[in-house]
């Protein structure tokens, strides 16, 4: 207890800085009073016997000092001296103050938020219960990256027979969007399909209502139960509670609403937000791709399950595995992949495809060059600051300093300085977030707390470990030899050290610059899109046979819409479709030559897409070889198809697909042409095998062909044409509802929303990388020049003419921006293969993500030596002389 | 003569509040004085080592201070034991006569002593 009492009193004198002074003199007096009395009794005269009393009390000034050491915490307050002192000196550098505040700021803020952004989409666990037990239980194909989902039997025979699982749950929940009529009309929304034991297996609570019972998941079509989102119960039905037992029409159906699901819960697929789950039993009135979709001819259903106690990943693979086998020979022509992929739930698709996972490695390596950037900036400023302050360390020195003291003073102020950088760094972070929330309104986007203090402590770290070195450096010196050379022009070893300082800066910048440069560039390689744009193709989707049409009907207003639509001004083609151009081509059925008689389970599986007249020059992608549909190709004509290059390559190496016969699925067609793959993501993707098959030749059985997405190629921008368009299509016959109108354009964004959010963070970053690097030269440089003034004003004096002093400094500047570039670009080139790795569709030694840095950093260093340099030059020159 | 610094740490805290017990409150000067008196002059106690200690005893709680008038009618600083104190002076005592008791017995200890 005592000692703590004794710390507390300490604490408190030091912080109120209430030494009692007091009481220290009366001491000090008291005692001296009583020796000189003694001394007197001894017989001393009085003089003598005050000189003797004060002797004896010995040095006066140790005594004080050590008197008020114990009083309060000396260090504490030597702590807050030098606190003060910084605050002062930062104060009066406000333009340094302000740059090094600012680098570190957007470094740490802008880096904290995107990681947040890329925290959000690919890591964060699930909110449920023990997510790290909750696994995705994919079925790939080992030749063809991605996965294909199991039909629903394969998922009750896995539920089944797996027994490294204490449950499994299906679900599809990257449907095309289902229509839900809320009370401020219908919107398009993300739906799944899901098991009734999704809820159950997940261990969730209803916000409202309650989740699917086991009965409502029996008996298909039966019960039309629904459950919707938080975020679109809370947006589009005001919160309402008495939501839950109404019925709500999603495409078209009454569902009853039976719950609200739990406010943090989007659903298990990271970047696509579910707002409604319906049960398997109801999957009809859902999927676009089949009429049956629970039997074994659909596919599209995903498993997800939670490992039994004592169960690893490991395990549960294989007991998957050998039961995917089992059913690869029970069902030999079913399209069911040959691989097993089990892992834990959380990423978003771009993960699910290994060739994909180069893009996370490329987001954290860019990451790191942004802090590395910013630290190298501030250290570069420090450094500069503490060259130019080596004559005031001097004289701190030279008047009874210590060294440890100084180097503490240094570092405080470096410590403010990052701690300020923090905190600006954390403000820029939250709004950075903002911005970012409204680029990605799907994504459940926040500052993450732990990225934020990890951006913080980096901060203060590099404060320190940029700090340390100048503190060291500049308090080495000789007083006596720093006074002087400070006063002089420009010390020449002195110059040297800061010039060369320079140097090392732009190089460093222009290796960061550089990779970042080549990191972007391999992305965009990387992530060319479709080749085309797809802002100027509109897509529709007509449903006759949601209104009864008989066939004949239905097929008439087909082509009705067709020829109407190509007649609209505006409008340069049109063609029906089975499904957007942005989604995979489905189903997968097997291909074959004629005559092959070998086993069909081994045969190429390949994608379908029912396509019209025109589908190709709509879109704007170019045929290879022979031709399109026409309007040749009809119901009584020979059957045809279109194949993509990856397919015409497999089964014709040499070339020659068109006019050749092939069997896709039961059909026998002719090819007769052509196209080149379709490629929306990524070229590192190998393109899937497409055979393109007619629209109009298809079997009218279905009630469900009668139904199409019509594409729209227009002159101008898709999305403003669309009013038109529908009005347009309305007029041919308003019963039929038109859905879901939009954009290809905005449905690629929608479909690979991850590519986007990649791309966004590899240019913030490699912006952000080129900013900070701007700042941190322009600081260097003019700071540089600012110290010149002096010399200037010598040599103007001299009488140098105004050009030759201005053509000295900027030349000398220059050289020193340009040797560093030379050592900058040289560091890059050789440091290329390093990278190689990372790297796609450029080399190491691409020239324009080598020169766009260093041709910024050049106009950047004209602009940073000039204006300093004429602020030097118009100074009189006895004003410059005296300022030292 | 020794110096007040050298002897044992903690030892002249002990002295201090002894002496305090023993004669009651006293100031700093007197209480200097006396401890040297104590020690039979085989110690010097100067100020710039008392005073520090008394400072850190009163943070402690073990002692306590006012000013109040001296003999030959000067004022002074008086120092007294507090109740606080006096526990600690007996903790400290008895503390310090076991300690003392243990080393007399190694220094009186003999190697035919031992079994």
């Known amino acids: 207890m005592t000692p703590l009492r004794r710390w507390l009193i300490r604490l408190t004198t030091s912080i109120t800085r209430r030494h009692d002074e007091t009481r220290l003199r009366e001491e000090i007096d008291d005692y001296i009073g009583f020796e000189t009395e003694a001394n007197l009794r001894r017989g001393l005269r009085s003089a003598e016997a005050r000189r003797r009393a004060l002797l004896a009390f010995g040095s006066m000034e140790a005594f004080k000092e050590n008197y008020r050491d114990q009083e309060g915490v000396p260090a504490l307050e030597h702590l807050l001296q030098d606190a003060r002192i910084a605050i002062r000196r930062i104060r009066q550098t406000p333009g340094f103050t302000a740059a090094a505040t600012a680098t570190l700021a957007l470094g740490l803020g802008l880096t904290s938020a995107v990681m947040s952004l890329a925290y959000s989409i690919f890591l964060r666990p699930l909110p449920v219960a023990d997510a790290a037990r909750v696994v995705f239980v994919e079925r790939t194909q080992v030749d063809r990256p991605g996965g294909w989902g199991y039909s629903y039997p394969d998922y009750l025979y896995l539920q089944e027979h797996a027994r490294s699982f204490s449950e499994l749950a299906a679900h599809n929940s990257t449907m095309p969007p289902l229509i839900v009529a809320t009370p401020g009309g219908p919107v398009g929304v993300s739906g799944a399909v899901v098991t009734a034991n999704y809820f159950t297996l997940l261990r969730l609570t209803p916000q409202a209502g309650r989740f699917f019972s086991a009965d409502e998941d029996r008996v298909p079509g039966r019960d039309a139960v629904a459950i919707l989102g938080y975020d679109f119960w809370r947006t589009k039905f005001a919160e309402d509670p008495q939501v839950v037992g109404t019925t709500v029409r999603i495409n078209n159906t009454p569902f009853t609403v039976i719950g609200i699901a739990p406010a943090h819960f989007h659903g298990i697929v990271g970047g696509l937000p579910n707002a409604v789950w319906i049960p398997t039993a109801m999957y009809s009135v859902a999927s676009p791709y089949c009429d049956a979709p629970l039997s074994r001819a659909c596919g599209g259903i995903g498993v997800i399950g939670r490992l039994a106690r004592d169960t690893s990943i490991d395990q549960a693979h294989a007991d998957v595995a050998g039961l995917v086998r089992q059913l690869k020979e029970a069902y030999p022509e079913a399209s069911l992949g040959n691989g097993v992929l089990v892992r834990p739930v959380r990423g978003i698709r771009m993960l699910e495809q290994a060739a994909n996972a180069p893009v996370v490695a490329l987001l954290a390596v860019a990451a790191g060059l942004v802090l590395l950037v910013a630290s190298a900036n501030v250290a570069g400023l420090l450094l500069a600051r503490g060259l130019r302050r080596r004559k005031e360390l001097a004289i701190r020195l030279a008047i009874g300093a210590s060294r440890g003291r100084l180097i503490r003073l240094l570092l405080v102020e470096c410590v403010m300085l990052a701690v300020a950088g923090g905190v600006a760094g954390l403000q820029i972070a939250l709004w950075a977030t903002d911005v970012l929330r409204a680029y990605f309104p799907n994504v459940d986007l926040s500052l993450e707390p732990r990225i934020a203090l990890i951006g913080f402590g980096v901060a203060l770290f590099a404060g320190v470990a940029t700090g340390i070195a100048p503190a060291l450096q500049c308090t080495q010196a000789d007083p006596a030899l720093a006074m002087k050379e400070a006063s002089s022009a420009a010390g020449r070893p002195r110059s040297i050290m800061r010039e060369g300082l320079i140097v090392v800066q732009v190089a460093v910048s222009v290796l960061l610059l550089g990779a970042g440069g080549l990191l972007v560039r391999s992305f965009v390689m990387l992530h060319r899109g479709p080749g085309f744009d797809p802002d100027r193709v509109a897509i529709v989707r007509l449903r006759p046979s949601l209104v009864g049409f008989t066939n004949e009907r239905a097929w008439a207003y087909q082509r009705d819409v067709i020829e109407r639509l190509e007649v609209l001004p505006g409008v340069l083609a049109a063609s029906p479709a089975s499904a957007p151009a942005s989604w995979r081509a489905q189903p997968v059925t097997p291909a074959r030559l004629p005559g092959d008689l070998s086993d069909p389970a081994h045969a190429y599986q390949v994608g379908t897409a029912l396509v019209g007249p025109r589908y190709f020059t709509t879109l704007g992608v170019g045929v290879v070889d022979g031709r399109e549909f026409d309007d040749r190709d009809t119901m009584d004509g020979a059957r045809v198809a279109i194949v993509n290059e990856t397919l015409a390559r497999h089964f014709w190496p040499n070339g020659g697909a068109v006019g050749r016969a092939i069997t896709v699925g039961p059909d026998r067609v002719a090819v007769v042409g052509v196209v080149k793959a379709l490629q929306w993501t990524s070229a590192l993707q190998h393109p899937d095998p497409v055979a393109y098959l007619n629209f109009w030749q298809q079997d009218r059985g279905n009630r469900f062909a009668q139904d199409s997405r019509t594409h729209i190629r227009v002159a101008g921008d898709a999305a403003a044409q669309l009013p038109e368009i529908q009005r347009a299509i309305a007029a041919i016959d308003p019963d039929v509802p038109i859905s879901e109108p939009g954009s290809l354009g905005a449905g690629l964004d929608a479909e690979f929303k991850d590519v986007r959010a990649a791309r966004t963070m590899l240019v913030t970053f490699g912006a952000l990388s080129l900013g900070l690097s701007t700042i941190g030269l322009y600081a260097a440089l003019a700071f540089a020049v600012a110290e010149r003034t002096r010399e200037i004003a010598i040599r103007l004096a001299l009488g140098a003419s105004r050009a030759d002093v201005g053509g000295l400094v900027f030349r000398r500047g220059m050289a020193i921006v340009s040797l560093g570039i030379i050592a900058g670009v040289a560091a890059c080139v050789s440091a290329g293969p390093f990278l190689a790795h990372l790297l796609y569709g450029v080399t190491p030694r691409d020239p324009l993500a080598i020169t766009a840095g260093p041709v910024v950093l050049i106009v950047v260093a004209a602009v940073a030596i000039s204006l300093p340099a004429r602020r030097a030059m118009n100074q009189s020159p006895i004003i410059a002389l005296r300022a030292e | ?115």
Do not use: C
Not at chain 2, 13 to 32: F, N, Q, S
Not at chain 2, 93 to 113: H, P
């Open chain 2, 1 to 115: 003569m020794k110096k007040a610094t050298d002897v044992h740490r903690g030892t002249l805290a002990l002295m201090v509040l002894k002496t305090l017990d023993v004669l009651g409150p006293l100031h700093g000067y007197g209480l200097a004085r006396r401890i040297e008196q104590i020690s039979g002059e085989s110690l010097t106690l100067n100020p710039g080592t008392l005073y520090p200690l008394l400072l850190r005893l009163e943070q402690e709680g073990a002692i306590a201070s006012e000013r109040g008038p001296s003999e030959n009618n000067r004022s002074a600083r008086f120092y007294r034991l507090t109740r606080a104190g006096r526990k600690q002076l007996e903790a400290e005592t008895r503390a310090w006569e076991q300690t003392t008791a243990q080393i007399a017995r190694f220094f009186a200890v003999k190697a035919e002593d031992l079994p």
